[in-house]
Nanobody
Framework: QVQLVESGGGLVQAGGSLRLACAAS????????VGWFRQPPGKEREFVAA????????EYTDSVKGRFTISRDNAKNLVYLQMNSLNPEDTAVYYC????????????????????WGQGTQVTISS
């Protein structure tokens, strides 16, 4: 069983930055792929970014490429999502999720591929 806790959300003005963190416990962190997803108000949950087990591979949805960076620190069981140049369309609850996988290649983008989920952290961008 893996437990995930997100932090770092908040209210910022458009153009600002936030760094989200996802802390994992209860498993071997280096054996999991990690994804960030978000659910905007009134919309479906959507993929944002993901990182492979070693951090060598990353995936991003098109709307955040060049603005968001996902990274991980396996020694600290942490995954980060650095978010820059935020705009109101980034307003959402952000969730981290993990998938246990012996594969060391690219992480999946589909939410159904991830096994454990955090409770989410609210990110609100004012215009």
């Amino acid at each position: 069983q893996v437990q995930l806790v997100e932090s770092g959300g908040g209210l910022v003005q458009a153009g600002g930055s936030l760094r989200l963190a996802c802390a994992a416990s209860g498993g071997t962190f280096s054996w999991v792929m990690v994804g960030w997803f978000r659910q905007p108000p009134g919309k479906e949950r959507e993929f944002v970014a993901a990182v492979s087990r070693t951090g060598s591979f990353t995936e991003y949805t098109d709307s955040v490429k060049g603005r968001f960076t996902i990274s991980r620190d396996n020694a600290k069981n942490l995954v980060y999502l650095q978010m820059n140049s935020l705009n109101p369309e980034d307003t959402a609850v952000y969730y981290c999720a993990v998938r246990r996988d012996p594969f060391i290649g690219r992480p999946p983008k589909a939410a159904r591929e991830y096994e454990y989920w955090g409770q989410g952290t609210q990110v609100t961008i004012s215009s």
